[in-house]
T-cell receptor
Framework: SQQGEEDPQALSIQEGENATMNCSYK?????LQWYRQNSGRGLVHLILIRSNEREKHSGRLRVTLDTSKKSSSLLITASRAADTASYFC???????????FGKGTRLSVIA | IAGITQAPTSQILAAGRRMTLRCTQD?????MYWYRQDLGLGLRLIHY???????GKGEVPDGYSVSRANTDDFPLTLASAVPSQTSVYFC????????????FGNGTRLTVT
């Protein structure tokens, strides 16, 4: 069963705006990861945040993690048309079980 | 370029036929995974292998088998394909089970008629 659920399912914004995607999960985690998928391609890892971290940055990406609410958010600042893709959160449940993915948010950035 | 190679890129298969999807990585990663991606359902784990010689079942293993004879290769076999196995199949690897980022191949688009 799906561990993570992204919200919204789809998001359309203008170039230059910020995009925020949310992820909720069900059980305790070791870490949470965000991935990006361009149409017709495999997923690409963006950022990993550990359960003892609250915020992490990578370029125009900012990820937050609230373990008390079992939720995470991915913020893309100053979006570009090239950011158009699907974004997935994935969680590593406590223990050595494989990554479990959510269903993704489809982001469209309009030039 | 280091990474994961999947073959074939796409395939149309008659129901009842046997099919092996190939996956090879050159990063010497210990762990490898097979996911299927279906519209509205996201990625679901089929089988995984934490190290050569071991395999484990994921969320949707029925109708699929895997083997891990060496570090680099992780083939996925459909013994007798059914239309519900129409999907895009992704192979991935990581350098340790569960905790490291996954590296994905570009997928195999399989249609079972």
């Amino acid at each position: 069963s799906q561990q993570g659920e992204e919200d919204p399912q789809a998001l359309s914004i203008q170039e230059g705006e910020n995009a925020t995607m949310n992820c909720s999960y069900k059980t305790s985690i070791n870490n949470l990861q965000w991935y990006r998928q361009n149409s017709g391609r495999g997923l690409v890892h963006l950022i990993l945040i550990r359960s003892n971290e609250r915020e992490k940055h990578s370029g125009r990406l900012r990820v937050t993690l609230d373990t008390s609410k079992k939720s995470s958010s991915l913020l893309i600042t100053a979006s570009r048309a090239a950011d158009t893709a699907s974004y997935f959160c994935a969680t590593v449940p406590s223990g050595n079980t494989p990554l479990v993915f959510g269903k993704g948010t489809r982001l469209s950035v309009i030039a | 370029i280091a990474g994961i190679t999947q073959a074939p890129t796409s395939q149309i298969l008659a129901a009842g036929r046997r099919m092996t999807l190939r996956c090879t990585q050159d990063m010497r990663h210990n762990a490898m995974y097979w996911y299927r991606q279906d519209l509205g359902l996201g990625l679901r784990l089929i089988h995984y292998s934490n190290t050569a010689g071991t395999t484990g079942k994921g969320e949707v293993p029925d109708g699929y088998s895997v083997s891990r004879a060496n570090t680099d290769d992780f083939p996925l076999t459909l013994a007798s394909a059914v239309p519900s196995q129409t999907s895009v199949y992704f192979c991935a690897s990581s350098d340790s089970e569960g905790h490291s980022p996954l590296h994905f191949g570009n997928g195999t688009r399989l249609t079972v008629t």
